[in-house]
């Protein structure tokens, strides 16, 4: 059996907690994203999530595009185990949702797509790995599909003091997630360190620590890059988020 990379162990911790994490973030954003959704996409048939992660998105999803199968792409195993968990217990997911244990290049499993969601990934890509997703979104859209591609609402590397993003209950017990970051010498990389903490009353039970890279980039080089692979693109200035969206340019031909 092959050993695990940095990131699947770092994933091992952070499963766990990425919910409790994101949970504030996804109750904050669905409103904003459904406002895009309706605004932006036609008829939708097939929707592919790309790094699904729990599958946060998949309520939304469902609720907003009853009729459409959709395909979760994630790579990360444990992130996996949650996904598979939440499909599982709706029998309305159980229906319409398959889960691809891969990266986005999994994305040529599926054709005619309407709709890509790209939603708190896109920096865990390398710039290659960008051209390779854009190139391949490009060919496998249906005619009028989007793509909707959000990032961080920060534009350049820096330091981010440390400070409590999450807190929850759960029985008597308490988790709470700490994150902050720095910039990364001569990259376009900021080094975000996430603390989790677990609570027994006042008493700690454990304490781990994960930490990960992010390409951290505004809009403008979302649209840069998916040029060059036929897409045009616009920004959604009514989102707290920074988030793209962007459609095959009429000239152009998949390929
Ligand atoms: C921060 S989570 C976001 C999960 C979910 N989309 C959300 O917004 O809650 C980022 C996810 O991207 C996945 N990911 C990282 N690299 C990827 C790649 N090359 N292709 C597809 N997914 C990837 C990770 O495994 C992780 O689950």
Redesign the pocket.
Known sequence: MKSLTDDERG?LISAEYYDVM?EQH?SARCKDLSDILQTVCGPVATIVD????TG??LALLNRQFPQAAIHA????AA?RIALMTRVLHDSRLRERVSIYPG??EQLQEVDNIDLILV???IG??TQA?RGRLWKSAARQLAPGGVILVDTMPLTVPHQVARSRVACTTLGCQRYEVFLQGEAVENSDLMRWEMQFIQYQGERLLRCNTVVRDWHTFGPGRILAEAAQAGLSGLVQADSAIPTVVLRRRESSQPG
Do not use: H, K, R
């Not at 790309?50 to 992660?53: A, E, L, N, P």
């Not at 792409?73 to 990360?76: C, L, M, T």
């Open positions: 994933y994101s996804w790309v790094g699904s992660g946060n998105g792409v994630e790579p990360a992130m990266t986005f939603s708190g990934c865990f890509f790995q």
